[in-house]
């Protein structure tokens, strides 16, 4: 079985039918079976059939806590998938201009269907090297300032401002505090209500608190059918709620804290929701890129009908206030 294959917890049926394929196929390689080539055939064809099916049933009534770990799955597609795959021409942008680069948001400008937007996206790193490179998709104040940047320049050439957010929140570590987290993030959140351009935001795994909304107060905004987004992780809130964060209260916070796709939709926070490929977005990055690509071409068309963007972002969060 190829080795970059990763099954959740609750994946084990899946598992189990694809070691056997496997199986059968390594025999059928190595000729060490009487069976003839057509019922081998035959027999991977209904392996086959067999895992698409069990794959289907565990995954049509996933719990919260369940979809917290699809959110997190190792091999799920990150914003810049999306972002090599919709966006042409792109060219990063470093640096806030203050104090470094923080390489957790990749930001710039690119085009889309031949039209120029501004993109904006966490990195989490799919290596044990690029994960501490990219601080475990926690970005750090350097890092929503250079973000601010590509805001700017989203309004100042009329640009759309697309982004794509995957992260458990900002970085909470001493030196961050030290730099002024939580003023970049407010101002984040300021600049985004401030501009008068089309802001269109995908949540495509995690959307932790703060560190997400920094990235996240557009026109629209959508989540992949296995996302999640929240004030708090089921950890955190667990932890705060139940002193101890355990298998048994963690899930019970997940339940909680209403973080899933379908949850939010029902609660008007967010715009809509992007059905995956059966058995989550990493099974066909390919079909989840064209699905999001359409979305954002449908919202563009119809925030283009909007007289003043600025007052619809304002509108729609103000709204959630009441």
């Known amino acids: 079985m190829e080795n ?25 390689k190595d000729g060490r079976t009487d069976l003839p080539e057509k019922n081998l055939e035959e027999e991977i064809e209904r392996l086959e059939i067999k895992e698409k099916r069990v794959t289907r049933m565990i995954y049509r009534d996933l719990s919260p806590m369940q979809k917290v770990q699809v959110a997190r799955h190792p091999n799920r597609p990150q914003p810049k998938s999306y972002i090599d795959a919709i966006i042409t021409d792109f060219t990063p942008l470093a640096g806030d201009r203050r104090f470094a680069d923080d390489k957790t948001i990749l930001a710039g400008i690119g085009k889309f269907n031949g039209k120029s937007v501004a993109v904006i996206g966490t990195r989490k790193g799919t290596t044990t090297a690029t994960r501490v490179k990219f601080n475990f998709g926690m970005p750090k104040p350097e890092g929503y300032r250079k973000a601010m940047r590509i805001m700017d320049m ?4 009329n640009m759309p401002l697309i982004t794509f957010v995957d992260t458990p929140g900002a970085f909470p570590g001493i030196e961050a505090e030290a730099r002024g987290q939580a003023e970049a993030i407010a101002a984040s959140i300021e600049k985004l209500l401030s501009l008068s351009v089309p802001v269109i935001t995908f949540i495509t795994g995690e959307g932790g608190s703060g ?22 992780s089921p950890e955190g809130c667990a932890s705060i709620l139940w002193k101890e964060a355990t298998k048994e209260t963690i899930p019970l916070a997940a339940n909680a804290l209403n973080l899933t796709a379908q949850n939010l939709l029902k609660l008007e926070v967010i715009d ?3 059905k995956e490929p059966v058995g989550a977005a990493h099974k066909d990055v390919n079909l989840i890129t064209k699905k999001v690509s359409k979305q954002i071409k449908e919202a563009l068309a119809d925030l283009a009908k909007e007289k003043d963007l600025k007052q619809h972002r304002y509108n729609k969060f103000i709204s959630m206030t009441r």
């Not at 294959?5 to 196929?25: G, M, P, S, W, Y």
């Not at 557009?218 to 708090?232: D, K």
């Open 272 to 274: 809509g929701v992007i």
């Open 211 to 232: 560190g997400a909304l920094a990235i996240a107060v557009a026109n629209q905004v959508y989540m992949l059918e296995h996302s999640i987004y929240s004030v708090i």
């Open 4 to 28: 970059n294959i990763h099954f959740l917890d609750f994946e084990r049926a899946i598992q189990d039918v694809v070691e056997r394929t496997e199986e059968v196929r390594q025999l059928a």
């Open 154 to 157: 989203a309004e100042k050439f």
